[in-house]
């Protein structure tokens, strides 16, 4: 009990840090702005010279995890998908269905985030080398798109990370470690292993993230001053409405259609359990709580609810999809770069298969924004402005997530007869 006191205490120092970061960076930035006189030593010194270093390093040190972090997640999470010859149907089912609403909630997101425009009129061209080179890019047909999914050469695909052609070489290769058991189990070791490595290793770069968020800002706003914050409340804007549409009307809308039941006694159940996520922003930590609710307050088996509810912690990150999507939109609109509708069905793609390898502990989805914005040819810059604010966006996409698995477990326990109605009936009518 004293050892999660203390770990409560230090995820919180965290995150106070990260947005202590942002506020100091922002004024930082905005002093540098407007009260330093221009010249070599703001200029040249502070802020592209002390300031870009270290944000960059940052930068640098997220972009070094994506690779083997998405690829080791990914084999180890289709590892267990592979087991779903056990539950027959059940597996493909569920799995048919996270995917699903995944490709949704990215679609809501895009939508979203062009009604609301959250990039518009924040111009960081001018501040970052990187992004004028990003638009000369040629477009691509859909065809290749389609065929660039598949590696030719995966060691290759490693090296420049391919991200759709990674993740599909991870997939086989954790199905067939799966189909192979025990004739392969040290090599499932060895990615077991070094995918806590990598969780390991990305928890040590995010306590790096203050002092890398408070650079970036920093560096940001002495360029462009003021003007940030209203893309800012904007973006933040985006993302809770695209949740509060992906939890309310797709995921409510999927349980009356498919069950009958009623979506706001559900909502009740079940909210205790999204209370909990969103104060730990964590998916894995609220496994038991679900199955436990769902067990004895909606009549679901745990015969299902134990395979789909930690199978969901894995695939099921709408809610990190949703804010991949909406900062897709932002990014591409502070930078002034124009994406066609090709990009914009790479980015589902891409977030719906990257949100497989998300693994379910707080903001590691900013490590795989990474790789959707290097899909379309994105500035990973950015993710600066984003990081500093999406504690709060974490911790309410991680409830969001965590509804979405519950969903889908009532729907395929009612779909296998697994449900007992009674149960969610009496709960639903009593106490309050």
């Known amino acids: 009990m004293g050892n999660s006191k203390i770990e409560a205490k230090k995820k919180l120092g965290l995150t106070t840090k990260i947005f202590i ?40 040190l997220m972009k070094m995890l994506v690779v083997p972090l ?21 597996g493909v089912r569920t799995l048919v269905f996270y995917l699903c609403t995944t490709a949704l909630a990215i679609t809501v997101a895009l939508s979203v985030g062009n009604i609301i425009n959250p990039g518009r009129g ?6 970052q080398s990187g992004a ?68 390991e290793m990305t928890m040590m770069v995010m306590n790096l993230a203050p002092v890398g968020v408070f650079c970036l800002i920093a560096k940001t706003f002495a360029g462009i001053g003021f003007s940030a914050f209203v893309p800012l409340g904007k973006y933040m804007l985006g993302v809770l409405i695209a949740l509060a549409v992906q939890c309310f009307v797709v995921y409510l809308g999927l349980l009356k259609l498919f069950t009958g039941l009623n979506p706001l006694k559900f909502i009740k159940n079940f909210f205790p359990v999204m209370a909990f996520a969103f ?19 909606m009549g679901v088996s745990k015969r299902i609810s134990s395979f789909t509810i930690p199978l969901g912690a894995t695939i099921n990150m709408d809610g990190t999809a949703i ?21 914009y069905i790479t980015v589902i793609g891409t977030a719906t298969l990257a949100s497989i390898g998300t693994a379910g502990v707080p903001s ?31 911790m309410t996409r991680t409830a969001v997530n965590i509804t979405g698995d519950a969903v889908c477990t009532t729907i395929v326990a009612h779909q296998n007869k ?13 106490g309050h």
């Open 132 to 199: 004028a080179d990003v638009g000369s890019t040629e477009a691509v047909s859909l065809t290749d798109t389609l065929l660039n999914i598949i590696p030719d050469n995966p060691i290759n695909s490693l090296a420049n990370g391919s991200m759709l052609q990674i993740i599909v070489f991870a997939l086989i290769v954790g199905v067939i470690l799966a189909k192979l058991g025990e004739r392969t189990e040290t090599v499932s070791n060895f990615f077991s292993q070094f995918n806590d490595i990598m969780m």
């Open 323 to 343: 804010m991949q999507g909406v900062a897709v939109v932002f990014a591409a609109q502070a930078f002034g770069i124009q994406l066609d509708i090709v990009d």
């Open 122 to 127: 924040l111009d960081m061209s001018k501040i």
């Open 418 to 430: 697994a449900l007992d109605r009674d149960v969610f009936s009496r709960t639903a009518g009593a």
């Open 21 to 60: 970061a942002l506020l100091a960076g922002a004024v930082c930035g905005i002093i540098l702005c407007y009260a330093v006189p221009a010249g070599s030593v703001r200029d040249d010194i502070i802020v592209n010279g002390v300031l870009h270093v270290i944000g960059q390093g940052f930068i640098r």
């Open 279 to 297: 104060s730990t922003a964590t998916s894995n930590a609220t496994i038991p709580l679900s199955i436990d609710t769902l067990a004895k307050k």
């Open 70 to 90: 998405v690829f080791c997640s990914l084999v180890c999470g289709s590892m267990s998908i592979g087991d779903t010859k056990k539950l027959g149907t059940v």
């Open 364 to 394: 590691v989805g900013l490590v795989t924004l990474t790789m959707v914005f290097n899909s379309v040819g994105l500035p990973v810059e950015a993710i600066g402005l984003i990081m500093g604010i999406d504690r709060i966006l974490d």
